[in-house]
C-alpha cells in the first residue's frame, strides 16, 4: 500500500489569467466639475493630461462647447472624451438640419444617455458632465457614468481628484450637513466661480494628476463664456 | 427571393405611377374624414361607416392616438390604416426615447410618409391604401397634416380626404377662417360630415379627435393632450346641431 497516495482534501483550480492583456482604456487624469444655478450653469476643468507618471500635455481641454451653447466637461480617457464630443457633435448638428431650429438641453442629455449606452459592451471610458440652459432658463447640469446613467444635479465633480472635491461641493453647493442652511439655495455665479477655483487650487496641492491650468465656463441665456486661470505646474 | 427583387409601381410612358393612382382610388371609396386647425388646437374627424346593422358600431375605432400630442384618422382601407398607426407610435416611442420629448409633428410626418413612399419603390410591396390626417400640438402650434399613398404630404387649415373630399373641402372653404376657436372648429367639422352622411349622424356614427394648445390654464407645466371625443361628448356637439 502507497501512503504517498493518501486521499487529499480538495484544492481549488488553478486557473490561468493573462497578466499581459492589453487594455484599450489609459486615464488620462484630470478633473471636472459642474455647478448648476439660477440662470446659469458652470463648468470647470483643468487641462493637464497625463499617462501615469508621464505628463502628455499641459494644455489639452477637456470641456468643448456644442453648437447649442451647451457644454460638455469630461474625465477618464482623452481618446473617448473627445470622440464623445464629436459625436455628440453630429448628432446636435443632424437634429439642427432635421427640426429647423437647436436642440433643447433635456433633449441632449438624454441623447448622451443613449449614446453612451449603445456602447454597452465597450463603453466610452468617459464621466461627463453635460451643462446647458433648461426651457424654463434655469440652469441645468446633468452627470453620468461611463455608461450612461443620468441625473440631473446641482454641484459634481468627477476625475482623479473627485474624491477630493465632490464632498466640498456637497457642503459648499448643495449645503449638506449643514443644520442652519437652506438646502434649496442655489449660488450667484460669482460664488461658484469662486468655489470653483478654490476648489482646484486646493485639489492641485494635493492630486498629481490635476494641474496646469484651469478652464471655467459659464453657460446662461447668452451663450457660453469661458476664462482661465493659471494652476500650479508642479 | 429573386422573384420579388423588383418593384410592383413603375412608371408609365406619361409619367404617372399607376399603382399610386389605383391607392388613391382606394382612398376615394374610403369613408370621409375631415381635419380643421384652429387657432388654439386641431380638430379631426371621420364617419364610421358600418357594412351591416349587425356591425357594433360603438366599438370602431378609427380615431387612433400615436402618442400624447399627435393623433391621426384615415380614409381608405382600415387594415394598412392600422399597419401605419402601428409604426407611427413606435417612431414616436423612439423619438421619446432618443430625446425625451414628443416629436414635433412634421418630423413624424416625414417619418412617416418617407416609410409610404418606400412602399413605391421597393421589391414585391403594394403602395398603401390609406391617406392619413395627422393633427397634433408642437413648440410650433398647431398642426394638421394629410400623408398620401406616394408619400406626399400637405400641410392643411382645413382639409377633407375619401368619399366626399370635393363637396366637403368646398363646404370648409366657404366655413374657414383663421380665428376659428377649437369648439367652433369641432362644430364645423361635424357640420361638413354631416352634409355628406347617409341616412342618421349619430354619437356613435362619428369618431372626433381633439388635441388643444398649451392655454393659460395649462402653463403650470401640464402638455396638451390628444384625446378622441367619448360619445356622450359627441352627444352634446350633436344635440346643438339643427
Keep these: 500500500m502507497d501512503l504517498a497516495m493518501q486521499a487529499r482534501p480538495m484544492e481549488a483550480p488553478i486557473e490561468a489569467h493573462n497578466h499581459n492583456r492589453w487594455s484599450p482604456y489609459v486615464d488620462n487624469g484630470g478633473t471636472t466639475l459642474a455647478i448648476a444655478g439660477a440662470d446659469y450653469v458652470l463648468v470647470a476643468s483643468d487641462t493637464r493630461q497625463s499617462d501615469g507618471y508621464l505628463i502628455n500635455s499641459r494644455y489639452s481641454p477637456k470641456a468643448f462647447v456644442l453648437s447649442n451653447n451647451a457644454v460638455l466637461g469630461t474625465s477618464g480617457c482623452s481618446a473617448d472624451s473627445k470622440r464623445l464630443y464629436e459625436v455628440l457633435e453630429q448628432r446636435a448638428q443632424l437634429y439642427q438640419h432635421r427640426h429647423d431650429r437647436q436642440i433643447s438641453t433635456p433633449a441632449l442629455a438624454q441623447l448622451l444617455s443613449n449614446t453612451m449606452y449603445s456602447r454597452r459592451m465597450l463603453p466610452y471610458y468617459v464621466f461627463p458632465v453635460l451643462a446647458g440652459i433648461d426651457a424654463k432658463g434655469a440652469g441645468a447640469a446633468y452627470s453620468y457614468d461611463a455608461v450612461g446613467n443620468m441625473q440631473r444635479v446641482t454641484g459634481v465633480c468627477f476625475g482623479s481628484a473627485s474624491a477630493l472635491i465632490q464632498p466640498f461641493l456637497d457642503n459648499q453647493v448643495r449645503f449638506k450637513n449643514q443644520r442652519d442652511a437652506d438646502p434649496n439655495r442655489l449660488l450667484t455665479r460669482e460664488e461658484a466661480f469662486k468655489i470653483a477655483v478654490d476648489a482646484f487650487t486646493s485639489a492641485t496641492e494635493r492630486d498629481i494628476y490635476t494641474g496646469d491650468y484651469l478652464e471655467i465656463f459659464i453657460v446662461d441665456a447668452a451663450g457660453a463664456h469661458k476664462e482661465m486661470r493659471e494652476l500650479k505646474h508642479d | ?242
Design chain 2, 1 to 242: 427571393m429573386d422573384r420579388y427583387s423588383f418593384s410592383l409601381t413603375t412608371f408609365s410612358p406619361n409619367g404617372k405611377l399607376l399603382q399610386i393612382e389605383h391607392a388613391l382610388a382606394a382612398v376615394g371609396n374610403g369613408s370621409t374624414s375631415v381635419g380643421i386647425k384652429a387657432a388654439n388646437g386641431v380638430v379631426i374627424a371621420t364617419e364610421k361607416k358600418a357594412g351591416s346593422s349587425l356591425i357594433d358600431v360603438s366599438s370602431l375605432e378609427h380615431m387612433a392616438r400615436i402618442c400624447d400630442s399627435i393623433g391621426m384618422v384615415y380614409s381608405g382601407m382600415g387594415p394598412d390604416f392600422r399597419v401605419l398607426v402601428n409604426s407611427a407610435r413606435k417612431m414616436a416611442q423612439s423619438y421619446i426615447q432618443t430625446y425625451n420629448e414628443d416629436p414635433p409633428v412634421r418630423i413624424l410626418v416625414k417619418e412617416l410618409a418617407s416609410i409610404m413612399q418606400e412602399f413605391t419603390q421597393s421589391g414585391g410591396v403594394r403602395p398603401f391604401g390609406v391617406s392619413l390626417l395627422l393633427a397634433g400640438v408642437d413648440e410650433r402650434g398647431p398642426n394638421l397634416y394629410q400623408v398620401d399613398p406616394s408619400g406626399s404630404y400637405f400641410p392643411w387649415k382645413a382639409t377633407a380626404i375619401g368619399k366626399n373630399m370635393v363637396n366637403s373641402k368646398t363646404f370648409l372653404e366657404k366655413r374657414f377662417n383663421g380665428a376659428m376657436e377649437l369648439e367652433d372648429a369641432v362644430h364645423t367639422a361635424i357640420l361638413t360630415l354631416k352634409e355628406g352622411i347617409e341616412g342618421q349622424m349619430t354619437e356613435t356614427s362619428i369618431d372626433i379627435g381633439v388635441i388643444s394648445t398649451v392655454s393659460a390654464a395649462q402653463q403650470d407645466g401640464t402638455k396638451p393632450e390628444f384625446k378622441r371625443l367619448t360619445a356622450a361628448e359627441i352627444k352634446d356637439y350633436l344635440s346643438n346641431i339643427v
